[in-house]
T-cell receptor, first 113, second 112 residues
């Protein structure tokens, strides 16, 4: 299994809603990442988990809350988002670090209304 | 601050033409990676180059890593409409192997 699976594919939520994005990989990768991407721009790093511990938080607002329940799963909990948070949210994993590249999921297209 | 500069930013060509995309920096990178991304999908890793001077081929795509490990290029021969997408180069941040530095991308359109 060489995939990173993200659910849901699309999500529309109101500014008062609470929702979660899910990511799963079964490649035995020990680093997992959340990225945010706006159209025609490169991905922007949000969080990095290494060996199930949060190792990087790129000063992301607290309305985004990551969770890593085990080595295969990564969640992103969303609460009280703003319309400017609308974007493609990407999960990625890597064997260990960034030297040889990431495997990305297909993303969740989030629209905040 | 490490930066990766990609050029050109946009490219629109006819099927069958050749093209080259560049990824340049003033900093040394331990590796450089190339990704292709289609609309609404995540980036897909095409190749990682690690050794200065390295050349890798992937069908009609040829990737080079500069001798000094500061730059890379992607050459596509006889482009096809299926090559259309956003091409991104990226490299590990110095001193932090959990972060990637990204180029701004090259948006390629191959017209039939």
């Amino acid at each position: 299994d060489t995939e990173v699976t993200q659910t849901p594919k699309h999500l529309v939520m109101g500014m008062t809603n609470k929702k979660s994005l899910k990511c799963e990989q079964h490649m035995g990768h020990r680093a997992m990442y959340w990225y945010k991407q706006k159209a025609k721009k490169p991905p922007e790093l949000m969080f990095v988990y290494s060996y199930e511990k949060l190792s990087i938080n790129e000063s992301v607002p607290s309305r985004f809350s990551p969770e890593c329940p085990n080595s295969s799963l990564l969640n992103l909990h969303l609460h009280a988002l703003q319309p400017e948070d609308s974007a493609l949210y990407l999960c990625a994993s890597s064997q260990d670090g960034t030297l040889y590249g990431y495997t990305f999921g297909s993303g969740t297209r989030l629209t905040v209304v | 601050t490490q930066l990766l500069e990609q050029s050109p930013q946009f490219l629109s060509i006819q099927e069958g033409e050749n093209l080259t995309v560049y990824c340049n920096s003033s900093s040394v990178f331990s590796s450089l990676q190339w990704y292709r991304q289609e609309p609404g999908e995540g980036p897909v890793l095409l190749v990682t180059v690690v050794t200065g001077g390295e050349v890798k081929k992937l069908k009609r795509l040829t990737f080079q890593f500069g001798d000094a490990r500061k730059d890379s290029s992607l050459h596509i021969t006889a482009a096809q409409p299926g090559d259309t997408g956003l091409y991104l180069c990226a490299g590990p941040a110095a001193g932090n192997n959990r972060k990637l530095i990204w180029g701004l991308g090259t948006s390629l359109a191959v017209n039939p």
